[in-house]
């Protein structure tokens, strides 16, 4: 839990990815969890151990694993400082604008981060009129008062300066709550399933990836370098079994164990991978659900697409209200997420 919290108290948006994978990289060098380790010119970073087979072991093919979880999260650049120091921004990600009102966010600056309040311009309830309180503004609309002059701000700030939400993490009864779980979740997932490895005879190459937020973009080249035979991509998905939704579009079920995706709206994941994972679940007593989601991506569509093509199949852990400061996922799903990838990889 220690390494989770870390993961989702570090800010890192898509391009501005230093941060995050300096704390993975650090914490896997440290813990000797791969032979070697690389970032590629995009900044994806490339975790690479080889098969480690048992004495008796039948000496076939090394089959090449691909893991993939994307380390941005969803964000802001700084897009304008107005002659009064608020700034304005551009989203990196997708935003639901009703979950931005009244906001603390940080504004990352290489001198330092800065503590700033973000709200969509327009009146407060007092002076509003009844159509004002209808209006949902659109993302850039929002504002992010520093409590600085507009000098001040200047010698701060630079336009294109990263802007996260902030928001703590939490354990709320049997669940984590936090900013980003979505996809700290699965970059957490990958490096748990590598510490729990004992004997494996496939090499695997974890990617940490950069850009998945903005459409996918870094988990391609680092799929075309590795040239793998066999992908996972390990993310987070929707949870929907909450009020006010029909049951039939939960897509998952919170304490049901990782979800199998079936298929998202950017891929359809490998149908024998889907029962491989579930005959292992069977067989080792690991909670897993099978998941399609209607919309929505993530990297495995551009791995299972590089080169001549890859089986993929993507992992995904249940979040409830997913790309809020308040992501909440239930702690079975978490430990079924590393445990059934650590088993799958044991058997290849
Ligand atoms: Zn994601």
Redesign the pocket.
Known sequence: MKLLQTLTQTPSVPGREDRIRKVIQDYVVEKQLFDEVSVDAMGSLIGIRRARRKPDAAASKTVRVMLAA?MDQIGFLVRHIDEHGYLRINPVGGFDARNLFARKVRVCTSSGDLPGIMNASGKPIHIASELDKKKIPEVTEFFIDLGLTAEQVRSKVLIGDMVVLDGPFEIVGDSVVSQCL??RLGCWAQIRAIENLTSHNCDIYAVWTVQ?EVGLRGAQPAAFGIEPDVAVAC??TLCCKTPGIPEEDRVSVAGDGVCLHVMDGSMISDIGLVEDFEKIARARNIKCQRAVLPRGG?DGAVIQRSRSGVRTIALACPVKYIHTVTEMSHKDDLESYHTLLSAWLETL
């Open positions: 994307h979505d996809n998945e993310d987070t993530q």
